[in-house]
Structure formats: structure tokens, C-alpha cells
């Protein structure tokens, strides 16, 4: 990811080692609801975002929840439409409605079907 004022270019391997640490995916979008960056992204959600219809309800569910997110100031925990458990959270320091979304994760091995 490139450096535009609002991302510095060192962000991506920060985001990385977070994700990584955690155990969990981090996705980084821009004020307009472009990702910029995305560390440890399940494969479920990489296949469900190559049909129209899985892109439609991916987009959908998580946009909504990163707009309430961005729109109350507060991080918001919520499932997915996959049943992922996820948090989309505002990214004040980077600028006015950027987002995090983060998790997309089963909570135990019992939640797949």
C-alpha cells in the first residue's frame, strides 16, 4: 500500500504483525470504503467475494457494520452472514470515516457446519 497522507507506507507490516499476533484478520479501508490493506484475510471470505452474490452480502453486512462504526465512534462486534465473528471499529487517527474490520474468525472449531 502506498503512503497518501492517510496510510503511511509502514502500515501494512504493522497491520501484518497485529493480525498475526492475534490471530485474527485486519482489513483497512479508506474514508470511501476502499480497502488499502488486508492481513491474514480467510480463505472463506477470499471464495465468498468471487461470486456476485457472496460479494453482495460480504459487502452489505460489513459495510453497514464499519458505517456504524464509523457513524457512533465506537467499535461494533457483530456476525457475519458466514457466521464469522467480526469487529468493525473507526480509524480516527488515519481520517474522517476510515474503518477497521477485523476478526472474521469461527469462534470454535463446533461453528462449522
Known amino acids: 500500500m502506498e ?7 509502514r502500515w501494512t507490516a504493522v497491520q501484518e504483525a497485529i493480525a498475526r499476533l ?11 470504503g476502499a480497502p488499502r490493506a488486508a492481513a491474514r484475510v480467510p480463505e ?8 456476485p452474490e457472496g460479494a453482495r452480502r460480504c459487502a452489505g453486512g460489513c459495510g453497514r457494520q464499519r458505517a456504524v462504526a464509523v457513524a ?8 457475519c452472514h458466514a457466521g464469522l465473528h467480526c469487529f468493525a471499529a473507526p480509524l480516527t487517527a488515519a ?10 474468525a469461527l469462534e470454535r472449531a463446533a461453528d462449522v457446519d
Do not use: Q
Not at 72 to 79: L, Q
Not at 96 to 104: F, I, V, W
Open 3 to 9: 503512503s497518501n497522507g492517510l496510510f503511511p507506507e
Open 22 to 32: 492475534a490471530g485474527i484478520a485486519i482489513l483497512t479501508y479508506d474514508g470511501h
Open 95 to 104: 481520517g474522517p470515516a476510515c474503518s477497521l474490520l477485523g476478526g472474521l
Open 72 to 79: 457512533e465512534g465506537r467499535t461494533v462486534f457483530f456476525r
Open 44 to 51: 472463506l471470505c477470499r471464495l465468498l467475494a468471487t461470486s
